[in-house]
């Protein structure tokens, strides 16, 4: 059994490689030692100047650029399909490849585009890649489980193998997008790192030495590396946020209900208490806004039962633009939720973050709120292992492959019964009610006759976590608890030089000994570092201008 899925892994493995042309094909891959960074410079050289030119311009760029007739669309899906084959055999980041079929449709946009004389929709030649939960026509989805190899999420035998597709990507094609690539994920997409027994480990492209995150790290490395300028995660405990910041990256997670997730591979489908959401990463805030402006004018709210009728709101964006030039914003600051303080080149971030907007004259308050965010946690750590890990469990029974280290599995096989279920429920339903309350009571505190209009929060403890070393959620799991939006905004990157716990601190739990035992100066030297700005329930537009606005101040 040993002997058979790991020859099966090693099979598919071999396959991604495969698919990759010779012609794109390293003679050699250093190891970290010899090259820690493989961004920029070092992927460039591998690339002549146009394809460097297209690979570099932001989704907002290439659309414009192929709304002109500068560029085809064939031109920029090589471009990108070259640098993904790169990318890939660097830090091991795809899971599937469909090339030639991109090529094909960018052929067939090319051709609309000379007979029509202007493009199918926003995002006409846009290469957009996809973690591998999306199932796309003719593409196997595995999401990182042996056993789902040649299957449909598992099922040999389903009629929908190779013909479905999810409604995200009808909704993608019809805007004139190219999908070329499936990016890697950790089975069970529950981790913050990125590891599974098909691809090994993805890791980080600006440091080697770290992870890129998870679960949607394959994204987060590859539009880091830049071989895709757009892409799509999933986030049910940070798995958007922890990749986007990891890789310096732009990334919102949208609040449940506002994009289509239908027809997409899941783990724990059917837990409704803390819903996995779906939501784009990728360079520039302006592309992050263009991919949610765009799949909103596909109305999916009359393709998904889950998705509400909530078109693009223009007046919410416009809304923090006019306060930011003229009574001011007003955030909540956290380094710390009582348990762990951010490690030495969060704290920077967060500090640099605050200095900008109070410069502008914006007001800052620390944010204290109640319930704590380690009473949140408790609840919403109960509802992944509802079913007492037997999703998880089956997944891996089918080919009796090993469980990665980094995998959040529930810590007992209890399965919660319906009674149990209805009381985190309730425990939930209270929650957000009082966290509401705190956030209305913050009023008294602003100045500006309002509530506070973002938090100002560390994605995770760490710039980017060492390998199995992902081990504080708490930072980002309360947004999912409460069901908030959440935007990333990168900030800099760790410096040895400057980064450095205070003399004499000493840990405030245990949990925070752990993340203070992990730093290393040395080794995080150099990789991403980044800061989320937290708004309430279905606050896209907002929070998509505040990281546009904070990135700005930032010169990002």
């Not at 926003?122 to 996809?130: E, N, T």
Request: hydrophobic share 35%; charged share 25%; aromatic share 8%.
């Amino acid at each position: 059994m040993v002997q058979d899925w790991k020859a099966k892994a090693e099979a598919k493995r071999q396959s991604i490689l495969d698919s990759i042309p010779s012609k794109w094909k390293l003679d050699k891959v250093p190891s970290a030692q010899e090259q820690r960074d493989v961004t920029g410079k070092y992927i460039q050289q591998f690339l002549d100047p146009k394809e460097v030119e297209i690979t570099e311009t932001d989704a907002v760029g290439i659309a414009k650029q192929v709304a002109s007739g500068t560029w085809t669309a064939v031109a920029v899906t090589e471009a990108f399909c070259h640098r993904a084959s790169l990318a890939h055999q660097l830090v091991s980041c795809l899971h599937e490849t469909f090339f030639d079929a991109a090529l094909s449709d960018a052929k067939a946009l090319d051709a609309y585009f000379a007979e029509h004389k202007k493009v199918k929709g926003p995002l006409h030649g846009v290469p957009v890649s996809l973690k591998d939960q999306f199932h796309v026509k003719d593409v196997e989805t595995s999401m990182g489980y042996v056993g789902w190899i040649g299957t449909f999420e598992g099922k040999p035998d389903d009629p929908r193998k190779g013909v479905y597709e999810s409604e995200m990507v009808r909704e993608l094609r019809n805007l004139g997008a190219v999908l070329y690539c499936k990016t890697s994920v950790p089975h069970t997409l529950m981790a913050g790192e990125t590891v599974n027994n098909i691809i090994k480990y993805t890791y980080n492209p600006k440091n080697r030495n770290l992870s890129c995150g998870g679960s949607s790290g394959g994204e987060g490395a590859l539009i880091g590396l830049r071989g895709s300028p757009l892409g799509f995660g999933t986030d049910i405990g940070g798995s958007i946020r922890i990749p986007s910041a990891f890789n310096g990256l732009y990334g919102i997670r949208p609040s449940a209900g506002r994009l289509p997730y239908e027809g997409m591979a899941n783990s724990m489908d059917g837990q409704n208490t803390v819903l996995s959401v779906v939501g784009p990463l990728a360079t520039t805030a302006g592309s992050v806004k263009l991919a949610v402006q765009s799949l909103l004018s596909q109305n999916p709210h009359l393709y998904d039962p889950m998705v509400v009728e909530m078109p693009w709101r223009q007046a919410e964006e416009d809304f923090i633009h006019k306060q930011s030039k003229s009574s001011g914003l007003c955030f909540g600051v956290m380094k710390s939720d009582g348990v762990a303080l951010a490690q030495p080149p969060v704290t920077r971030a967060i500090d640099m973050v605050v200095s900008a907007l109070e410069k502008e004259g914006h007001k800052v308050i620390e944010w204290k709120p109640t319930p704590t965010h380690e009473e949140l946690s408790n609840w919403i750590f109960k509802s992944f292992g509802f079913d007492g890990g037997k999703d998880l469990q089956g997944a891996f029974g089918l080919s009796g492959e090993d469980v990665a280290k980094q995998v959040l599995l529930p810590p007992d096989a209890k399965e919660f019964t319906g009674t149990d279920i209805a009381a985190v429920n309730v425990e939930q339903r209270a929650a957000k009610k009082k966290y509401m309350d705190y956030w209305n009571s913050t009023a008294e505190l602003t100045g500006t006759g309002r509530p506070v209009d973002a938090v100002i929060s560390p994605v995770a403890p760490y710039a980017a976590a060492r390998p199995e070393g992902y081990k504080y959620y708490n930072f980002t799991v309360w947004v999912n608890g409460l069901d908030y939006t959440s935007a990333v905004v990168p900030v800099t990157t760790a410096d040895k030089n400057k980064d450095k716990y205070p003399e004499g601190y000493t840990p405030i739990s245990e949990a925070d000994k752990v993340v203070v035992e992990d730093y290393d100066a040395e080794i995080y030297d150099g990789a991403h570092v980044s800061v989320q700005l937290v708004g309430r329930r279905f606050h896209e537009e907002r929070m998509l201008a505040a990281a546009e606005y904070v990135g700005s101040l930032l010169g990002r």
